[in-house]
């Protein structure tokens, strides 16, 4: 019972790096194309080329052909359109007046017309068609009839009118297949429609002298009523003819505003006494009598009589005191009196200052209330003078209005009277229609269709174009694998060399099975040394011994690789050891000159040891396992346990081993012994495999657990111009110095080598760095 390999680690890529469980497998397939059009054209250059040539032959082929079956000849008639002439001074200019708007408008309508079916109707019936364009007419002719409304169809067809873009000119084609039918329609057509034009002038122009005329009228009955208007206003509302700051109310409303500001000024002083007054009456320490009162009162005949019998009392009591003395009786009664008579006195004035205040208060209040009525009555006054000046002013505006009215219409009345009289001279007058013919129709020199400077273009771009198509077309659909960037395509895939065809060696390699032993210098064995150092680097990184490289298809290359690895391996001490698995078609026996049996098979049976099953070869270093003896059951047990010891036991022995397996397409075994090896080598053939294939099988290895290292293209021919080619010889001349000295194109070679090989670096860079994504 056999049981399962156990699973190695695969320091080679993280687990995140394989498609998730149930995700859609990717194939590569379907358009993912990346498209080079530089390449493309240089591989393609001379197909392209050809094609050039073949266009235009088949254009001038095309060109007389339809010139001869189907020829188009064009008669064209050209029409100026000027501005609408309103005065005789524009008709003897004969510049019209229009703006570019209602001039394009008015262009695109005549260009219509040209067309509309008056027109063609028209110019179908007239009789120098029927005749002098038979070769058009005749088709209109059934049973002896000619039919003007079937003739009316077809000319719709072959009749064109547009404006001319930036001019104030338009043009009339006609195309048919007769150059004298062709300008025979075309005048019919300009006759019929510059009828039309004159007929529609003659009417607009009686037309617009009707209008003028009723604009006239309607102008002159609008200003008889201004002036009636005006006679009722002026004479009605006694409207003076002065100007209005010279009338009665305006000089009243003067005078009442000088008053009236004079009579506020005295009222504001009134009132500001009167407050002054009422403070002194009303003061908390007592009356404070203006110095006018006091000067009243005193003045008054009750203050002088107290000091007229006081100033006598005064004289008797001097006496008394004279003749008496100072200590009398009379002269102390005196004294008493005097005092008796003041003190009566200052209540008598007292009094009446209080009786002439209140009613010098009660004259300010009677003033303060006769100067208000007179504010009031003034304020009236003015503003009824205001009211009565601001009709006459409104009349006075009404009356201007109405006046600047009717000079206006006095002037319009002029414009329109010009204008009628300048429509009246230009009615009769040809050269006042907006639309002339420039340039009758003629029977043209030429043909308007083919143009053989058109055709041949035209064709060639077209057929280049439908080569160009199914270039592109079968690159697009392209499925194969023919370099880096075909391979690139498919994710997570990494191509770690390309191996060109042998063919393109320059070395003259005869077999690639034997190119590194039979031309060590050559460009393949360049190549395959190559890959054995990239392939080196990544076993003896992670540990690697075994390596199994399988291939898609068969005559992929798979067992030449591994025999040029082998000794490439050989070549640096390496102890290699090939496997070959492939019991089908075993080859490797034969390339290494070894006997068949025993071998694989045999060890795997346990008939033989592995040692004894080993054979040496002539290459030092490498040494053999062929598949050994023919045995039905040789493949089942490629899958044993047996297989995994031999492998391990070969690992023990050899510092590589290189196992050939059948191709992936054919059978299984490639896929059980990558479950067994450590690492993993897809070699596809270049234009051999697609990338559906190839991806499948990569997908497969890739959840093996060997490590899948990436792909090898085999037998890659030079394209794009010869790119590759021209890479390959600058190699195998710097390589094979000797082989060209003494040779002048090899001394050229030779100074060239450096920047071809720059060249080849950055060139192939792109592809590599691409290959090489995962």
Not at 139 to 158: C, R, S, V, W
Not at 445 to 463: A, G
Request: contains cysteine.
């Amino acid at each position: 019972m056999t049981t399962p390999p156990p699973n190695r680690p695969r320091p080679g890529g993280p687990p995140s790096a394989r498609p998730a469980p149930g995700a859609p497998p990717t194939s590569g397939g379907g358009l993912n194309v990346n498209i080079n059009p530089v390449k493309l054209l240089r591989q393609h250059m001379w197909l392209l080329m050809a094609s050039v040539v073949l266009g235009g032959f088949l254009g001038i082929v095309t060109h007389f052909v339809l010139l001869r079956f189907a020829p188009a000849w064009t008669s064209e008639a050209t029409f100026e359109f000027t501005g609408l002439m309103t005065s005789s001074e524009q008709q003897k200019s004969g510049v019209g007046s229009a703006n570019q708007a209602e001039m394009e408008m008015f262009m695109a309508t005549q260009t219509q017309k040209m067309l509309s079916r008056p027109i063609l109707f028209a110019a179908v019936q007239d009789s120098r068609v029927k005749t002098d364009a038979s070769s058009w007419s005749k088709q209109f002719i059934i049973n002896g009839t000619y039919d003007p409304e079937e003739a009316l169809i077809d000319l719709k067809e072959i009749v064109s009118a547009r404006p001319i873009r930036d001019t104030n000119f338009g043009r009339l084609a006609v195309t048919t297949s007769d150059p004298v039918a062709s300008a025979v329609i075309c005048q019919a057509i300009t006759r019929a429609y510059m009828n039309q034009v004159r007929t529609q002038y003659t009417v607009d122009s009686q037309d617009i002298l009707e209008v003028l005329t009723q604009t006239l009228n309607a102008i002159q009955e609008e200003r008889r009523l201004l002036e009636d208007q005006m006679d009722r206003i002026w004479t009605e509302a006694d409207l003076p003819s002065l100007n209005p700051n010279t009338t009665f109310q305006q000089y009243t409303i003067d005078r009442l505003t000088t008053d009236l500001a004079q009579t506020r000024q005295d009222l504001e002083k009134l009132r500001e006494q009167y407050d002054t007054y009422q403070s002194q009456l009303n003061n908390p320490g007592g009356v404070t009598f203006p110095e006018i009162v006091r000067q009243i009162v005193d003045e008054g005949p009750v203050v002088r009589g107290f000091k007229l019998q006081i100033a006598g009392l005064k004289a008797q009591l001097r006496t008394a005191a004279d003749n008496l003395g100072q200590n009398h009786r009379e002269v102390h009664r005196l004294e008493k009196q005097i005092a008796g008579v003041e003190a009566e006195r200052e209540a008598q004035r007292q009094a009446l200052m209080m009786e002439t205040f209140n009613g010098l208060i009660e004259n300010t209040q009677l003033e303060i209330a006769s100067l208000e009525a007179a504010e009031t009555d003034m304020v009236t006054q003015r503003e009824k003078a205001t009211v009565e000046l601001a009709d006459i002013e409104r009349l006075k505006e009404q009356y201007d209005a109405l006046e600047q009215d009717k000079d206006q219409l006095a002037v319009r009345e002029q414009e329109v009277s010009a204008q009628l009289q300048d429509q009246r001279a230009l009615k009769d007058r040809d050269a006042a229609q907006r639309v002339q013919v420039y340039a009758q129709a003629l029977e043209p020199k030429e043909p308007s269709f083919p143009i053989i400077f058109v055709i041949v273009p035209v064709v060639t771009i077209l057929v280049v174009m439908l080569v160009a198509g199914i270039v592109v077309l079968r690159e697009l659909l392209e499925q194969r694998i023919r370099s880096a960037s075909d391979a690139v395509l498919i994710p997570r895939l990494r191509v770690l060399s390309m191996i060109p065809d042998v063919s393109e060696d320059p070395a003259g390699v005869k077999a690639i099975e034997t190119a590194i032993r039979d031309q060590p210098l050559g460009v393949v064995s360049e190549s395959l040394r190559e890959l054995r150092n990239t392939i080196n680097k990544r076993m003896a990184a992670r540990g690697h011994k075994t390596l199994l490289v399988a291939t898609g298809m068969p005559d992929s290359g798979g067992t030449s690789i591994i025999a040029n690895l082998a000794a490439s391996f050989a070549a640096i001490e390496k102890r290699v050891l090939i496997i070959d698995s492939n019991f089908r078609r075993p080859r490797i026996h034969e390339l290494m000159d070894v006997p068949n049996a025993p071998g694989l098979t045999d060890v795997l049976t346990g008939t033989v040891s592995l040692k004894d099953a080993i054979k040496p070869t002539n290459i030092a270093g490498v040494e053999v396992l062929a598949s050994g003896s023919t045995d039905v059951t040789g493949y089942e047990r490629l899958t044993t346990d047996a297989m995994s010891r031999t492998l391990e036991e070969a690992s023990e022995q050899f510092d590589i081993v290189l196992v050939d397996s059948p191709p992936a397409i054919v059978s299984s075994d490639a896929i059980n012994l990558a479950n067994r090896c450590d690492a993993a080598v897809l070699v596809v053939r270049a234009y051999h495999e697609k990338r559906g294939l190839i991806a499948r099988v990569c997908r497969n290895l890739d959840e093996s657990n060997s490590e899948l290292l990436g792909v090898v293209i085999n037998a890659v021919r030079s394209s794009a111009g010869g790119y590759f080619k021209r890479n390959f010889q600058v190699a195998h001349d710097y390589n094979n110095p000797t082989a060209t000295k003494g040779d002048k194109p090899a001394k050229k070679r030779k100074s060239k080598p450096p920047k071809g090989k720059k060249k080849d670096k950055a060139e192939r860079e792109p592809e590599e760095v691409g290959a090489g994504h995962e």
